[in-house]
Every structure is written in C-alpha cells, then in structure tokens.
C-alpha cells in the first residue's frame, strides 16, 4: 500500500513523463539521438537525479520504493531517460558521501553524472574477469585496457572504472578489483582513452561506448574506496540497480499496454472493434495481470530494501519475473497492432526494442536465476 506521498510523487513523474519525456523520445528514437541537455536539467529541477541521496547532502532523501515509483513512470515514456538518473541514486556506494561531499552534492543535482564500466569484451557476466589494468607509478596511476558496452561514456561527467590493481587471489577471482573515478568533460574523451560507439537495436538515448585505455593517467586520489576491494562493493549496489530495472521492465510493459488497448478500442475488423473480440480482450487481460504481478515483486523487493532487510533473491526474482514479461508484454501488444506495430509510426516497437534490454542489463535473465537458485541453496543448508 502507497502512502499519500508516494502516490502523489508517482502522479507527477506520470505527468512529467508524459508532457516532457513522451514528445522528446517520439522526435529523437528515430534519429537514434541521446537525451538533450534541457531534459537532463528538467530531471535535475525534479530532484529524481538524487532521489535516494539524503537531504544532508543535497538530495531527497527518499527510499527505493520511490526510486522504483519514478523510474516505472520515466520508463513508461522511453527507458533510457529512467536509466540515466540511475547513474547518480546508483553510484553513492563507490563515491560515498563521507568522502566526497562536493561530488555527491553535485550528483543529487544533477550537475555532475558519472558513467559506470565494468563490462569487458571478455568479461560480462563473469564480471569478476576483468582484465583492464591501473599500474600504479610515482604520482598516480596509469590505466590499460578495454572496456566495452559503457553508457553515457561521452555525455557522462566522469566514469566510475573497475580495474585490476593486483591479479585475483588464490581464494577470491574478485580480489584486486580497484574502483576510479575518471575525470572527464562532457561530450569528449580525455587524452588516453578513445571511444567507439556501438551500434545497438534499441536504448537510442543512451549510447553505449567500447572504450580503450591506453596509458591514461590518473592522480592518487582517483582511487575510490580500499584498493582492491571494490568488487563487493560495486555488486552490493546492483541489487538496487537490479529492483530499478524490475520498474524500468514494468513501465516499458506498462506503455505496451496501454498502446494496445487503445489501439485495440480504436481499430475495426469485421465490422467490430477489436475490443469485441473475445481472444483479443483476454490477451489483454493476462497483459495486464502480468504488469501487475511484476509490479507487486518489484515493490516487495524496494520495500525490504527500505526496510533495511536483505533483498538479494528478492531483488533478482523481481528483474527475472518482470524482464521476461515486459519482453512478452510488448511483443504481443505489437501482436494487436497487427502489420501497423511492425512500422516505426507507432511507438510500440520502441517499447518492444526497448523491453528486450531489461533481460540482459544488470544481469542476464540467466545470472538471476543463478543468484536466486545459491540464495535458496544457501537458506537450505
Ligand atoms: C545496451 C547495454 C548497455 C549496457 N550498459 C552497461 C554499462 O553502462 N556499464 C557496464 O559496465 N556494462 C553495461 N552493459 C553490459 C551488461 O551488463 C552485460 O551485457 C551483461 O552483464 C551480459 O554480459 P555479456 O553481454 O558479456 O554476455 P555474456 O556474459 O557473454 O553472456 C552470454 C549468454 O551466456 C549466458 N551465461 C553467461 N554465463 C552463464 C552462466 N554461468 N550460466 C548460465 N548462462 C550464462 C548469459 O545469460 C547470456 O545469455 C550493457 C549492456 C548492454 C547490452
């Protein structure tokens, strides 16, 4: 059950979505072009880049259940716009408060956007294979090495960087995984490190880059937290990462839906609408049952979350479940549009495009369940 608060902040980031995300997605989808500046100050005046940093430090203070509430809302509108303010309320574990106070501030604001790279061309899932390295030399570090699938690597203000300060050790493949914050201006690559876009089907206001570092310096003081113990901390924050994919799946369905229902209402075939016809009336029920199961997950894992319980399955059940039903959601919402959802004039396949996504960021449909299945194993023993 909402509180008052949290259903009026969900009405205004509906409103929000849908008077200043909506026409924006429409006209910049096709042209496959990134989130313009006065949309990202327009988040920025909302507060929703800092949502869950507290009102000490310059945000609102607020919990993941509204974090979830948002990002549904900005999804629903087009999904890269709720996956760009998750690079601020997502990244206070790596750049924690207590340490940096200015940057945090500026993050709550908007006004300074870290990307995130962990990825590797040969490290996905197996995150903890990196193989990008940070040699530490007299004044700081020297960093070597590809990264891949980087988003809002150009745009971004500075990239949080897993590297590798010493190899693995015998009894952890994690250990000597370093975290850096890179400094950079936005929309260009600092000397040392070069970009390629790569080229995507979908998640067009978000590019993602293939980064090579070649020798790029850093300060001493580019190292965030203990050196070589970053990798628990970075998995700690996907949890909630992985619940604000779980809202981000449930809103692109969410907007699949509401399409087809009112495509269906308007459309005629033999003489009816396509609202009369009994097969297409239940497959919009069993829609709308799975939009609201996934959502009901989602809620439960942001709700333990807040309530300071752990949430690790619960959290991964929620991405699995609502991922895997945004991607049918969609597709049979394109279903009801018949030859018109297979057309770029109407904005269904971009949810469809874009629903696919949520089953492989934050963990792969597959890795959840990995998760899921040693959380059960472990309660078990
Ligand atoms: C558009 C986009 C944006 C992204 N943004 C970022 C970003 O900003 N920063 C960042 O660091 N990363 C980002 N990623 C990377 C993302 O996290 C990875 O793509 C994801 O973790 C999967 O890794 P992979 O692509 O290397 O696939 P792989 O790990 O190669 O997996 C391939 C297949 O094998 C399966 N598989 C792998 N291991 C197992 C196993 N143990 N058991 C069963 N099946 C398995 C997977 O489920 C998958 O189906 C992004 C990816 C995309 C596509």
């Not at 070589?228 to 924050?237: C, I, K, L, T, Y």
């Not at 049952?289 to 009901?296: L, N």
């Amino acid at each position: 059950m909402l509180t008052d608060a949290q259903v009026e902040l969900r009405r205004a980031a509906a409103r929000f979505a849908r008077e200043r995300v909506l026409p924006v997605a429409n006209r910049l989808d096709p042209e496959r072009a990134e989130i313009p500046d006065e949309l990202l100050a327009a988040l920025a005046a909302e507060g929703w880049f800092g949502i869950m940093i507290s009102a000490e430090h310059g945000g609102l203070g607020l919990g993941v259940l509204e974090y979830s509430l948002v990002s549904e809302a900005l999804a629903e509108a087009w999904l890269s716009v709720a996956s760009v303010i998750g690079y601020t309320n997502g990244s206070t574990a790596v750049i924690d408060p207590p340490s940096h106070r200015d940057l945090v501030r500026r993050m709550a604001g908007g006004e300074f956007i870290p990307a995130f790279s962990l990825t590797e061309p040969d490290a996905g899932s197996d995150a903890a294979g990196i193989t990008c390295r940070a040699d530490r030399v007299e004044d700081g570090w020297r960093i070597s090495g590809r990264k891949r699938w980087c988003g809002f690597a150009r745009s971004a203000d500075a990239i949080i960087l897993y590297a590798r300060t010493d190899p693995p050790s015998a009894d952890s493949r994690s250990a000597g995984i370093s975290a850096f914050l890179v400094p950079k201006e936005r929309n260009s690559f600092p000397p040392g490190l070069t970009g390629r876009a790569i080229p995507k089907i979908g998640y067009f206001g978000i590019t993602s880059w293939e980064l090579d570092f070649d020798g790029l310096m850093l300060p001493a003081e580019a190292l965030l937290g203990d050196e070589g113990r970053a990798f628990s901390v970075g998995m700690r924050e996907l949890t909630t990462a992985r619940v604000q994919t779980a809202a981000r799946a449930v809103g692109c369905a969410q907007a699949a839906l509401d399409a087809a229902v009112s495509y269906a209402a308007g459309r005629r075939q033999f003489g009816r609408t396509l609202t009369e016809f009994q097969a297409v009336r239940f497959r919009m029920a069993e829609m709308a049952t799975q939009v609201a199961a996934a959502r009901s997950l989602t809620h439960h894992a942001a709700a333990r979350l807040d309530s300071g319980e752990t949430a690790v399955a619960e959290a991964a059940m929620a991405t699995l479940f609502a991922s895997e039903m945004a991607e049918w959601v969609t597709s049979e919402a394109l279903q009801i549009h018949g030859g018109n959802g297979y057309t770029t004039e109407h904005p269904v396949e971009r949810y469809w495009r874009d629903a696919r996504l949520t089953r492989i960021i934050e963990g792969t449909s597959e890795i959840q369940k990995h998760i899921i299945s040693r959380q059960l194993l472990r309660a078990g023993t």
